[in-house]
């Protein structure tokens, strides 16, 4: 393997046999070398090639004025978040979190920390990010020395719920708001209390997942023309298609999207099924 381009001390580029630019890093790689000269094996610590060019591109702009030790300690967080989580997350995981990781640390350094307002949302409905989250703070303490609030651990798994459902941070903020206010507007509108630990509960949340991704992308299930399965859900679950209209007119005004019948006929579905476990417990 040899050096096609100088990042910085401790990261240069390469290519694969198939001439597929590939990032090395290793302390002191770069260090008083020139492109063509060849990379000991030795001193190799980790190489990266993410799907495209253009990450890997964003990859080297976001790496190369960061320190070695966080960029070490962030890719140890991912590898753990890889092994609990599996094949969910994106090589774009990449991209954010070790810039998110490094401006952690500069942050705790200057003691400027902040509160997480999603912090009970994030527990309760991606309690598998969570908890990557929180042991990604003892990975931190171990390579670092510093130790973080558990509103980090909150953030962190911010970024494997963005890297899992291939979203925006900004719309990966909103999604536990939303599932929350749903529940929520469910809870009120059947005078009842959903136990938030029962499996059925955990089944609906990941539809509810799912429902407020595609809702704040703007990638709904369009309506398929089926009428006759529609006016029977409608027919036979009135209850549950009055409280998913509620939650559609709570999305229209709150968030200005505009709900399919569609996807109001699915929640319909669901919001009877949660509420039917939920009474014979």
């Known amino acids: 393997m040899k050096i096609v381009k100088i990042v910085n001390n401790n990261i240069v580029t390469s290519e694969d046999d198939m001439g597929q630019e590939l990032i090395v890093m290793g302390r002191g790689l770069g260090f008083g070398k020139k492109a063509g000269q060849p990379i000991p094996d030795d001193k190799i610590e980790k190489v990266f090639h993410l799907d495209t ?43 954010s979190l070790i810039d998110h990781i490094s401006c952690a640390i500069e942050r705790k350094k200057g003691n400027l920390l902040f509160q997480n307002p999603l912090l009970w949302e994030i527990k309760q409905y991606y309690p598998s990010e969570f908890h990557v989250g929180v042991q990604s703070l003892t990975i931190l303490k171990n390579a670092l020395g510093l130790e973080f609030p558990v509103d980090e651990a909150g953030f962190i798994a911010l970024h494997f719920i963005t890297s899992e459902y291939d979203t925006k941070m900004d719309v990966t903020f909103d999604i536990p708001k939303l599932i929350d206010e749903i529940v929520t507007i469910i809870e009120n509108q059947f005078t009842i209390h959903v136990d938030k630990s029962s499996i059925h509960f955990e089944r609906f949340i990941t539809h509810l997942k799912f429902f407020a991704a595609r809702v704040l992308q703007a990638k709904q299930i369009p309506d398929d023309g089926d009428f006759l399965f529609r006016s029977m859900i409608r027919d036979q679950y009135k209850e549950s298609y009055q409280c998913a209209l509620a939650i559609r007119e709570h999305i229209e005004a709150n968030y200005k999207i505009e709900i399919s019948e569609e996807e109001v006929v699915y929640l319909t579905v669901h919001i009877k099924r949660i509420t039917m476990q939920n009474s014979a417990e």
């Not at 890719?75 to 997350?89: C, E, T």
């Open 53 to 95: 060019p253009d990450q890997n591109n964003k990859l080297i702009d976001i790496i190369k004025d960061i320190p070695l030790d966080h960029i070490q300690a962030a890719d140890k967080i991912i590898l753990y978040a890889k092994k609990m989580l599996g094949d969910k997350l994106k090589d774009t995981i990449y991209l």
